[in-house]
């Protein structure tokens, strides 16, 4: 399964590499690492970005906290992935910029969490500030937004406009953690105090 599920998204980075972002699903240290930092406790409302294949969200269904969450997903053949992964999650076809009225919906007036594995890196400057926003319209004055980026990135154009972004959508980014058991090696970074 895992394999088979490996071989399916470097397939899906070939036909879309920027809206993928990366060669192969995250690793269960990248995954833990995440978690980790997001310091999840009972009651914390949370959405996943980006879910690909499930690495994080199966992370997340093990996670020991009652929490209220969903995933994003665009891709139809990785959400189906991520469904048969991890089948007790809900994962939605849907972009991050959907947010607003996905929360909505659901009767919710922010999040309190946000792990996304968004490729921010691959993408131009006017698509990293739209989604960005998009996540602090959502989240709670007191949220926390752990998202990655490859160490290769932050000293790429297109990395270092990412960080910018975050640094000025956020009062605080940290770079938290590197996680060398990853394919490629990844950033870990906390960004918190939404600036609204």
């Known amino acids: ?10 397939r899906t980075f ?35 970005l980006g879910a690909g294949t499930g690495p994080v969200t199966r992370a ?24 048969m992964a991890v089948p007790e999650a809900e ?18 007036n922010e999040v309190d969490r946000l792990v996304s ?4 890196a691959s993408w131009d400057r006017p698509l990293q500030e739209d989604v960005v926003s998009s996540l602090v319209d959502v989240l709670a004055p007191g949220g ?14 297109r990395g270092r406009t990412a960080r910018d972004v975050l640094r000025e959508h956020f009062t605080v980014v940290e770079t938290a953690h590197l996680v060398l058991w990853n394919l490629p090696p990844a950033f870990i970074y906390r960004c918190e105090q939404p600036r609204k």
């Open 14 to 48: 070939l036909r879309s590499p920027t809206g993928v972002g990366s060669v192969a699903p995250s690793s269960r240290a990248l995954a833990g690492a995440m978690l980790d930092l997001s310091e999840l406790h009972d009651g914390v409302r949370l959405v996943e």
């Open 60 to 83: 997340l269904a093990e996670a020991p906290v009652r929490m209220d969450w969903f995933c994003l997903e665009p891709n139809a053949h990785l959400a189906a992935l991520c469904r």
């Open 1 to 10: 399964m895992i394999d088979t599920h490996a071989s399916s998204f470097f």
């Open 91 to 108: 994962v939605v076809e849907a972009y991050a910029q959907d947010l607003p009225r996905l929360i909505a919906e659901r009767g919710w």
């Open 144 to 157: 926390r937004l752990v998202t990655f980026t490859y160490a290769l990135s932050p000293w790429l154009p």
């Open 117 to 120: 594995s968004l490729p921010f």
